[in-house]
């Protein structure tokens, strides 16, 4: 029995090998173009999807698990949990020129995975797996969105802001008593937190430069803010400078202590170090493409 890695592994990049999973030791092989691994003998229910034949691919969720072992801390990890979450492709090492695909199927759910990580309790690289899988987030289109999410909700002891966790890209239904306010019965912000009606909307050069796209950005805005929401804009130059970032940092509290009161007063107090942050900067670096 073969089994083929999802997308990363089904060809090399640059000069890495092709890496294969065999069920014994007469199917390994010693060649510079394929790695193999011996599969683990006792698997859980959903860590492998039939292809056709006797082949097989690990599923999103166990590939999970046996990647973590080779990733070199958390935040590795997290950057991987977040991709194979979401709606995008960073590129491949070794991909050069390349940019980020959009509008990618998600290869998996945090429900599923966490569900996942629960029927493997005990295998090898699970505990890593879900140190990483706690502060994932589903559903970013981009890694410009994921970027500031993670930012947000990490801990203080990860170079985070310990600020609630949002929603990435959820689809909200207008109340019927509101629709005259919107051009939609539903809205989808960026980076959402309910509680607070707060939504980050992440203005990309990329894919929003046509006048078009401006004034689709602009109407999308005042639908949201109509209906109770306050909208703070992020555009990567924010990200990228650090002055900038704490600059988003500050008003996003802010606004969080404005409804929630003297508790997110006093995280924010708490959080006005030069230790925390140079963790903050070294964070951001990291998580940014």
């Known amino acids: 029995m073969i089994l083929l890695n999802l997308r990363w592994l089904l060809k090399g990049a640059g000069d890495q090998a092709l890496e294969l999973f065999v069920a014994s030791t007469s199917e390994r092989r010693k060649d510079s173009a394929v790695q193999t691994f011996m599969l ?19 599923s999103p969720e166990h590939y999970l698990i046996w990647k973590c072992r080779r ?11 977040d991709e194979l979450l979401g709606r995008y492709s960073r590129p ?24 996942y990580l629960d029927r493997a309790n005990g295998a090898i690289g699970v505990d890593l797996a879900r140190q990483a899988a706690r502060w994932a987030v589903d559903n970013s289109y981009s890694p410009m969105e994921t970027a500031p999410a993670s930012a947000c909700l990490l801990p203080l002891r990860h170079g985070g802001w310990g600020y609630p966790f949002p929603q990435l890209n959820p689809t909200i239904a207008v109340q019927e008593s509101k629709r005259y306010l919107t051009h939609s019965n539903t809205f989808m912000p960026d980076v959402f937190w309910q509680l607070h009606q707060l939504d980050l909307e992440y203005d990309s050069h990329e894919r929003h430069d046509s006048i078009a796209e401006h004034k689709k950005g602009a109407i999308r805005k005042s639908d949201i803010e109509a209906l109770g929401n306050r909208v703070i804009p992020v555009h990567s130059e924010e990200l990228y400078n650090f002055e900038e970032a704490e600059r988003l940092r500050l008003k996003i ?34 998580l940014l493409p």
């Not at 990733?71 to 949990?81: A, G, S, V």
């Not at 606004?255 to 009161?261: C, I, K, N, P």
């Not at 006093?266 to 964070?283: G, V």
């Open 253 to 286: 509290g802010e606004h969080m202590a404005q409804t929630s009161g003297r508790l997110m007063r006093e995280h924010l107090r708490r959080l006005d170090s030069p230790e925390l942050a140079e963790r903050r900067r070294a964070l951001l670096q990291r």
């Open 71 to 81: 990733l070199p801390d958390m935040i590795e990890r997290l950057l991987l949990y």
């Open 40 to 58: 683990p003998q006792a698997l859980p229910q959903g860590a492998l999807v039939h292809l056709r034949d006797n082949i097989y691919s690990l």
């Open 92 to 115: 491949a090492p070794g991909e050069n020129g390349s940019i980020c695909t959009y509008f990618n199927e998600p290869l998996t759910t945090k429900r599923r995975l966490m569900a």
